[in-house]
């Protein structure tokens, strides 16, 4: 059974920077498209950003180009969210996700997730 554990959360204030870490057990890690998620209290969880299984593909959402950067090492099962430039709108659970589906811009994309780790950003 795949499992995936996030960590690199905490508090940090605007400006700043953070790094994620996802660490994925229990299957065969660079068959799999990885996405980072985001939700915020009352809010959907929303799409932050993906990469194919090689690394050569990624996507992100609008708000978040040019400050994160997604990667993942195969070698060490682990994918990773450089967050740069952070803004209290970024305030939110970050989720990793792993998942074969074509469209990596949705939940629907993804089979298995994380319990998510806790980004709080001060102004």
């Known amino acids: 059974q795949v499992q995936l554990v996030e960590s690199g959360g905490g508090l940090v204030q605007a400006g700043g920077s953070l790094r994620l870490s996802c660490v994925f057990s229990g299957g065969t890690f660079s068959r799999y498209a990885m996405g980072w998620f985001r939700q915020a209290p009352g809010k959907e969880r929303e799409f932050v950003a993906a990469i194919r299984w090689i690394g050569v593909n990624t996507w992100y959402r609008d708000s978040v180009k040019g400050r994160f950067f997604i990667s993942r090492d195969n070698a060490k099962n682990t994918l990773y969210l450089q967050m740069n430039s952070l803004k209290p709108d970024d305030t939110a659970v970050y989720y990793c996700?792993?998942?074969?589906?074509?469209?990596?811009?949705?939940?629907?994309?993804?089979?298995?997730w994380g319990q998510g780790t806790q980004v709080t950003v001060s102004s």
């Open positions: 996700a792993a998942g074969g589906g074509q469209v990596l811009t949705t939940p629907q994309g993804y089979d298995y």
